[in-house]
């Protein structure tokens, strides 16, 4: 079993729509979790961390965790064509910087 | 301020070679992490260096290495070189130590290797 786990996708949405994209993860040492986001061909860019429970807002982006169901997501409001991309989630214990990746959600956002 | 840069940013190899990629991290970044990311595999972690020392090695063979200079760049190694290392070899860096759950990395633009 993986230990951080996302839906492979593809997740299509239409613009203007929001996106949900989820992840869940089996260790229960992990104390931060990061969103990146990867276009094709590109390296993945940080989007969001979060690390307490509940929601952390940027913009049009939320991310939500839930350490006793061991859940993060990430909400994309208002989701734009250039929203298009995989969105990988990653989990990390404290004291260093070995991050265990999901295998990506495809996000398609339709014009 | 710069971001991190790796060089080469394309290479092609054949079996059996060996290969060495460089990574400079964001100017006063002093910890260097390496992942390689594949299709069938996705990212993994394969080393994390802060001040010149390692701290964490993932799940890879021996043919793997790295290191970090005393200027805080990196470099990684892999020796006999086998098909399934072709892959994207990604450097992330940051200015803390990773102890604090607030504490970030920055990616690089990667390194693309191909082992024919």
């Known amino acids: 079993q993986k230990e951080v786990e996302q839906n492979s996708g593809p997740l299509s949405v239409p613009e203007g729509a929001i996106a949900s994209l989820n992840c869940t993860y089996s260790?229960?040492?992990?104390?931060?979790f990061f969103w990146y986001r990867q276009y094709s061909g590109k390296s993945p860019e940080l989007i969001m961390s979060?690390?307490?429970?509940g929601d952390k807002e940027d913009g049009r982006f939320t991310a939500q965790l839930n350490k006793a169901s061991q859940y993060v997501s990430l909400l994309i409001r208002d989701s734009q064509p250039s929203d298009s991309a995989t969105y990988l989630c990653?989990?990390?214990?404290?004291?260093?910087?070995?991050?265990?990746f999901g295998s990506g959600t495809r996000l398609l956002v339709r014009p | 301020k710069a971001g991190v840069t790796q060089t080469p940013r394309y290479l092609i190899k054949t079996r059996g070679q060996q290969v060495t990629l460089s990574c400079s991290p964001i100017?006063?970044?002093?910890?260097v992490s390496w992942y390689q990311q594949t299709p069938g595999q996705g990212l993994q972690f394969l080393f994390e260096?802060?001040?010149?020392?390692?701290?964490n090695k993932g799940n890879f063979p021996g043919r793997f290495s790295g290191r970090q200079f005393s200027n805080s760049r990196s470099e990684m190694n892999v020796s006999t070189l086998e098909l399934g290392d072709s892959a994207l070899y990604l450097c992330?860096?940051?200015?803390?130590?990773?102890?604090?759950?607030?504490?970030?990395?920055?990616f690089g633009p990667g390194t693309r290797l191909t082992v024919l």
């Open positions: 992330a860096s940051s200015n803390r130590p990773g102890e604090h759950s607030t504490d970030t990395q920055y």
């Open positions: 260790d229960r040492g992990s104390q931060s």
């Open positions: 979060i690390y307490s429970n």
């Open positions: 990653a989990a990390r214990m404290d004291s260093s910087y070995k991050l265990i």
């Open positions: 100017s006063g970044h002093r910890s």
């Open positions: 260096y802060f001040s010149e020392t390692q701290r």
